[in-house]
């Protein structure tokens, strides 16, 4: 169910019988010379719409500018400060959560949105509002990336190229796959990091034209298998999500007052 394409009256409905919302987010930034700006936003909103349209359950319209201040330096890169971000998608729950909504599953496509969600879902558990949750569609299939790729890429790779090559394949620029690919870097997470210090901190500082991997190895096949495994796991979260009775995924008590013990204590002194 797609807010923006139902009235007031169904979503009430909705809430009547659910209490769950799918939210996509991802980003408008580089992808390299061969895909689009908006590469992560519209990876989070199809598999968001997918999954939830089988699950049959609420799915918000994407969040499209996240946090990307390391892809600065190439022409286009749209993002918001991180803290701004934080309060923005925290503000955005909390409206949900005021139509009924009391679990949330942050459907992401971009990596430096992962430890602001983890946040906003913390303080939401915190204060018992929701139970709100961070979802990494390549995370979710690891096994299967490694198995049709040999240098997948942690971006602007021929995951993210194969994917978009089955969401939206007239988007990706099938004449620069090899140059995304030369111009670009097989990435190692070791590489820029000295006596266990990570030295880095822009995308230009590890890759030239933005991406890593090789680029030429993605179809529209394998991303219509990417895409239907990455659905098959999210529903599975959704369901599974759903089923969990809310006392259980609100937070439990750390630790015991030993107010009283003590005023015993002293009693007895």
């Not at 936003?41 to 049959?56: F, T, W, Y």
């Not at 599953?105 to 879902?121: I, M, Q, S």
């Not at 190692?188 to 230009?204: K, M, S």
Request: proline share 6%; aromatic share 8%; hydrophobic share 35%.
């Amino acid at each position: 169910m797609y807010i923006p394409h139902r009235t007031w009256p169904e979503l009430g409905e909705y809430v009547g019988r659910e209490s769950l919302a799918v939210v996509p987010v991802g980003s408008t930034e580089q992808h390299g010379p061969h895909l689009p700006e908006g590469t992560d936003a519209m990876i989070a909103d199809a598999l968001a719409r997918a999954a939830s349209e089988r699950a049959d359950m609420l799915c918000t319209p994407p969040i499209q500018i996240g946090v990307s201040p390391h892809h600065r330096q190439f022409h286009g890169t749209m993002w918001v400060d991180a803290p701004v971000f934080r309060d923005y998608v925290e503000n955005l729950s909390r409206n949900l959560t005021s139509h009924g909504i009391d679990r949330i599953v942050y459907v992401n496509a971009h990596g430096g949105n992962v430890a602001h969600l983890r946040e906003v879902g913390r303080r939401l558990h915190e204060d018992e509002t929701a139970y709100a949750v961070e979802w990494m569609w390549d995370e979710s299939i690891p096994q299967l990336i490694t198995e049709v790729f040999d240098t997948p890429g942690p971006h602007g790779g021929p995951k993210e190229t194969a994917m978009i090559m089955h969401i939206a394949e007239e988007l990706v620029r099938t004449d620069r796959l090899q140059d995304a690919r030369d111009g670009g870097t097989v990435f190692d997470f070791d590489a820029e990091r000295v006596h266990g210090a990570t030295t880095f901190y822009d995308c230009i500082e590890n890759s030239e034209n933005g991406v890593f991997g090789d680029q030429t190895d993605a179809t529209p096949e394998i991303g219509e298998q990417l895409f239907e495994a990455a659905t098959d796991q999210l529903v599975a979260l959704l369901e599974w999500l759903d089923d969990q009775p809310i006392e259980d995924l609100m937070p439990k008590p750390h630790l015991e007052s030993q107010a009283g013990n003590r005023l015993e204590g002293d009693a007895e002194r």
